[in-house]
């Protein structure tokens, strides 16, 4: 069985078998090396935000300026900040943050992202058209500077950073999509529904977007990590998350400042943001990997 | 001819189809005209590029983006040319069926065959689930698939060619359509599948009354499957009639060449295929007389001034070709062979 599939590309088979995964999906999977270090990374990230949400070692938020800046030691497994504030659980803490961003910006550029790619592969003419050059336009704004316009008119914090970021991520799915799309429409089993008497409507959702699907899960995880790291950018930029909430981007922003005197306090929120980035990033490189018998060699 | 309406069931006039193509507007389909009975059979032949799909595509309504149509087109003498979307949809797979070539690319991979035919039953009859289900397993078991019942929920990648191209049929008469178009169904399968295919087709077809429109390039295939036949080369029509009217006395120089480059079984060892010398003219630049002119043996300079009428050569044949007096001064056909 898993010959034939091999010996077959065609996409669609692959979207299916996401559906009904498998045994073979998952050996394969098992054995794809990114697929494997990727997953492993983003469920540490995940475990640490759902960790943080039942037991953190200290509270992120209560100040201790007695204890501020203090080495590893067994109290403070990775030291404290400049407020005295308990490093492992600011990055617990932070792993919330970073995640409810990515989840919500991605949720935003997704729905939005996706409706107006099918539309637009659907509808082709001038409302393609119309829908592709409106997000070139949005396109040609980079998440940070929208995110500054953003604040600028209702003030800094999450819910700004979050709304930037998602629309700064709608362009990029509406390409993705209409691409994906504009290719099922061209196949013949589109043109034998549409022989069976179906609307353009129940094409889209009966044949267009079942078989894009392993497409648009593959950039959605892309997409995370690079929510992500605007999150962190943001926030460094003291328009993300606003304090006292921890946040990765803001670790790094305090620890700017005593770079000489504690350097460390700028590593660890670095070394988390790389490996949520990194994991997530591999993951989407493992998925499409396996979504794609053609890519199927073992790495 | 079960039918005796007067008013037949599928009537075309005159229909012109402009494509947009790449390389500029290209007139598809020019001046073409039939009618179609209720319980007919009617055989559209001709190669690659002559415009038997688009042909096709326009009675389904199906024809590409910036197609623009001429003439009219008429189902039980309802106009259907410019009908709206919607109206067109309740039209689709309920009155007019279509089977495709690619039986390995016409049916949805991610969804089970089961759902694929009672999809139309369900929009179209109103059935519930578990009734569509119960005619898709009837319908599939008609169309010759094994063990139906226990295969309603398989995909169709794990059928072959063969029993995929039996589940579109099956989709195609769920909601017993007056009419099908078959556009080279048994085109992309194995010739030991060829046969069944078009026995099966046969066969449903007389059983429920329907009329067919068969597209073929295969003489074979036509001669076998229809009762009349239409010969199509660069766009339009050039010989029409019964089939065995159309096989005993072929008309058009074109239809003559075809007859002729089709390989002999007996033949003697080393005798080569006849071939018709030239290539299709492209649609973007048709001539604007004889589409064949350039190919044609006994060529006139007339041919190419204009499109040459069809001239009636017989009870119901007719042939667009002004030199039949020379072309059909010596019989060709199936008994001169």
């Not at chain 2, 063990?147 to 579109?168: C, E, L, M, N, W």
Request: with cysteine.
């Amino acid at each position: 069985m898993s010959a034939q599939f091999a010996a077959q590309a065609d996409p669609p088979v692959i979207a299916e078998r996401l559906r009904r995964p498998e045994k073979g999906f998952w050996r394969r999977a098992l054995r794809h090396r990114s697929f494997v270090v990727g997953s492993a990374l983003s469920l540490l990230v995940l475990l640490a935000a759902s960790l943080s949400m039942v037991w953190t070692p200290w509270s992120a938020y209560d100040i201790d300026i007695a204890a501020k800046l203090q080495p590893p030691s067994e109290a403070h497994w990775l030291g404290t900040d400049s407020f005295g504030r308990d490093i492992v659980s600011l990055l617990l803490v932070g792993a919330r943050s970073t995640i409810l961003v990515g989840i919500i910006a991605v949720g935003i550029g997704l729905t939005f992202g996706v409706c107006l790619g099918l539309i637009a592969a659907a509808r082709r003419g001038w409302i393609e058209e119309l829908i592709m050059r409106m997000s070139d336009f949005t396109f040609a704004f980079p998440a940070v500077l929208s995110a500054i316009m953003l604040a600028a008119v209702v003030g800094p914090g999450m819910v700004t950073s979050i709304t930037a970021i998602g629309i700064f991520q709608i362009p990029i799915f509406v390409r993705v999509t209409r691409g994906s799309a504009n290719a099922i429409w061209a196949r013949e089993f589109v043109l034998a529904a549409c022989a069976s008497g179906k609307g353009a409507l129940r094409i889209t959702i009966e044949h267009v977007l079942p078989n894009i699907l392993s497409v648009l899960i593959v950039q959605a995880t892309i997409q995370f990590a690079l929510a992500i790291l605007a999150e962190a950018a943001l926030s460094y930029l003291g328009l993300g998350t606003q304090p006292p909430q921890p946040s990765w981007g803001r670790m790094l922003n305090d620890a700017q400042t005593l770079l000489f005197q504690s350097p460390l306090l700028a590593v660890y929120p670095g070394l988390a943001i790389a490996t949520a980035v990194l994991g997530l990033n591999l993951l989407g490189d493992g998925l499409r990997d396996l979504f794609d018998p053609r890519l199927s060699r073992e790495r | 001819m079960s039918g005796s309406a007067n008013v037949p069931l599928i009537e075309v006039e005159n229909l012109g189809v402009r494509l947009n193509t790449s390389r500029g507007p290209a007139q598809a389909i020019r001046e073409v005209s039939f009618s179609l009975g209720r319980g007919e059979t009617l055989g559209l032949v001709g190669e690659s590029g002559c415009g038997k799909s688009v042909t096709a595509l326009a009675l389904m309504g199906l024809l590409p983006e910036g197609a623009t149509l001429t003439g009219s087109i008429r189902l039980d003498g309802r106009e259907l040319m410019g009908l709206s979307e919607a109206d067109y949809c309740k039209l689709r797979g309920n009155r007019i069926s279509m089977i495709f070539q690619e039986p390995m690319t016409a049916l949805n991979p991610m969804h089970t065959i089961g759902r694929q035919v009672a999809e139309p039953l369900r929009r179209h009859k109103g059935l519930s689930a578990a009734a569509a289900r119960k005619e898709a397993i009837a319908l599939l078991d008609r169309v010759g698939l094994p063990d139906a019942a226990k295969r309603v929920g398989a995909y169709p990648h794990q059928f072959s060619g063969g029993q995929r191209q039996r589940i579109t049929i099956a989709i195609a008469l769920a909601c017993e359509p007056d009419v099908l178009i078959a556009d080279e169904p048994t085109t992309a399968l194995d010739v030991t599948i060829q046969g069944q295919i078009l026995d099966l087709i046969a066969d449903l077809v007389a059983e429920r009354g329907m009329s067919m429109m068969l597209i073929s390039h295969d003489l074979g295939v036509i001669a076998e499957n229809v009762r009349r036949m239409m010969v199509m080369y660069g766009g339009t029509v050039v010989e029409s009639g019964a089939t065995e009217e159309v096989f005993t006395r072929m008309g058009h120089p074109y239809t003559q060449g075809l007859f002729r480059a089709r390989p002999r079984l007996g033949a003697r060892k080393g005798t080569r295929l006849k071939t018709i010398a030239g290539t299709v003219p492209e649609l973007a630049d048709l001539p604007a007389g004889c589409a064949f002119a350039e190919r044609c043996a006994i060529v006139e300079s007339r041919c190419r001034a204009a499109l040459p009428i069809a001239v009636a050569v017989g009870t119901g044949h007719r042939v667009r070709c002004l030199r039949t007096d020379v072309s059909m001064a010596r019989p060709i056909g199936i008994l001169d062979s």
